[in-house]
Nanobody, 123 residues
Framework: QVQLVESGGGLVQAGGSLRLSCAAS????????MGWFRQAPGKEREFVAI????????YYADSVKGRFTISRDNAKNTVYLQMNSLNAEETAVYYC????????????????WGQGTQVTVSS
């Protein structure tokens, strides 16, 4: 089992920045590929970013490329999502998720999920 707890969400003005954290406990965190997803009210969950178990590779949704950065610190069992130049359409609950075998843009492929953290961007 892997337990995931997100933090760092909040209210920010359009154009601002937030840094989300996802702290993991349980089985070996460094073995898991980690993803960030988000779900806005009335919309389906969407992929945001992935980082491989070693941190050697990262992948982003086109909509966030160049503005968001995913990173991880395996010594701290934590994955981060730095979000810059936020816009109101990115208001959502942000979730981190863990997958053992490989990274995936499909949330259904993930084994463990956090409870989410709310990000609200005011225009």
């Amino acid at each position: 089992q892997v337990q995931l707890v997100e933090s760092g969400g909040g209210l920010v003005q359009a154009g601002g920045s937030l840094r989300l954290s996802c702290a993991a406990s349980g089985r070996t965190f460094s073995s898991y590929n980690m993803g960030w997803f988000r779900q806005a009210p009335g919309k389906e969950r969407e992929f945001v970013a992935i980082i491989t178990w070693s941190g050697g590779s990262t992948y982003y949704a086109d909509s966030v490329k160049g503005r968001f950065t995913i990173s991880r610190d395996n010594a701290k069992n934590t994955v981060y999502l730095q979000m810059n130049s936020l816009n109101a359409e990115e208001t959502a609950v942000y979730y981190c998720a863990a997958r053992y075998w490989s990274g995936s843009r499909d949330g259904n492929d993930y084994d463990y999920w956090g409870q989410g953290t709310q990000v609200t961007v005011s225009s």
